[in-house]
């Protein structure tokens, strides 16, 4: 018999989303993790009785450049207080016609174009190689396309996000290669965050914002700060009572499937048990402690 578990939602909020609304039993509370801080201390709390938390990916009123993201103290952290299902919320740039800004986008692919940012909690002393092959949960999918339809949320299931360092945005020439690759969306935030919690497995999946047409397109002004705020402001909305529908139905009791992260693990150790740093190690346990 498959085994069963009552999972708690983790909730990654991107611009302009700082907390979930409907929250009982609220809490802040600072998590540390071997890895450091994450961006902001966790929000706790039940909706309709089902346990989730909140991380503001930048913190609170957006400190944090996207370049700068403790990204493995942030999966870290959510990991270690029991979150089994993530759902990262991010606002990115369209690259494709149909994709207009106001429209909220399921990506089932990442291109990783980041070069500075560590990608793995696994280093010397003790690797892993996980797969990587379908980056996001398609259950979770399931649930958020079905909840946005009954709210009449605009949403497109399926594409690719190319994932850029940032801060800066992109270049007319960058834009125009990302739209021959097929790319839909571009953004600076999902990636290693996807990858990250594939090695600590969790569950995960992204609503991905769409705020602006990037700087491709020559009828609408290249993207401005300014720009992207007032959309993302209409977005904002539309995403808290998204996430308000759709964790109540993901914090439902399931059995864990065979294409579900919490055996990633299982095959992905590499490195003999006699040969493994114990400093390193020690610090795993608290992602990979099931493996180690």
């Known amino acids: 018999m498959n085994e069963m578990i ?88 369209s690259l494709k016609e149909e994709l207009e800004p ?13 070069q500075s940012r560590t990608r793995s909690f696994f280093e010397t002393g003790c690797v892993a ?13 399931d649930v958020v396309e079905k909840e946005a339809r009954s709210l009449s949320i605009p949403m497109a299931r399926g594409g690719t996000y190319v994932v850029i360092e940032g801060p800066q945005f992109s270049t007319r020439a960058e834009s125009e290669l990302y739209r021959s690759w097929g790319c839909s969306v571009i953004g600076m935030t999902n990636m290693p965050e996807a990858r990250l919690a594939r090695e600590a497995e969790m569950n995960y999946a992204t609503v991905a914002m769409v705020t602006d047409y990037d700087c491709w397109h020559d009828e609408h002004e290249n993207v401005t700060v300014d720009a992207v705020i007032a959309i993302m402001k209409k977005n ?57």
């Open 6 to 93: 009552k999972p708690v939602i983790g909730v990654i909020g991107g611009s302009g989303l700082y907390e979930i609304d409907g929250l009982k039993d609220r809490e802040w509370r600072k998590i540390p993790t071997p890895w450091g801080d994450p961006s902001d201390e966790l929000l706790f709390g039940t909706l309709e009785g089902v346990s989730c938390v909140f991380l503001p990916r930048h913190g609170r009123g957006h400190p944090i450049p996207p370049s700068e993201l403790n990204f493995r103290a942030n999966i870290a952290a959510l990991k270690m207080v029991g979150v089994t299902d993530i759902l990262s919320l991010s606002a990115v740039g």
């Open 102 to 114: 106001g429209r909220f986008v399921l990506v089932d692919q990442f291109i990783d174009l980041c």
């Open 129 to 141: 190689h996980v797969g990587m092959a379908d980056p996001v949960s398609a259950r979770i999918m």
């Open 236 to 292: 904002a909305d539309q995403a808290r009572a998204l996430v308000k529908a759709t964790i109540p139905v993901l914090g439902q009791p399931r059995a864990i499937g065979p294409h579900d992260a919490e055996r990633a693990l299982d095959n992905a150790l590499i490195t003999a048990s006699d040969v493994r740093d114990p400093a390193v190690t020690a610090k795993l346990k608290v992602i990979a402690g099931r493996v180690l």
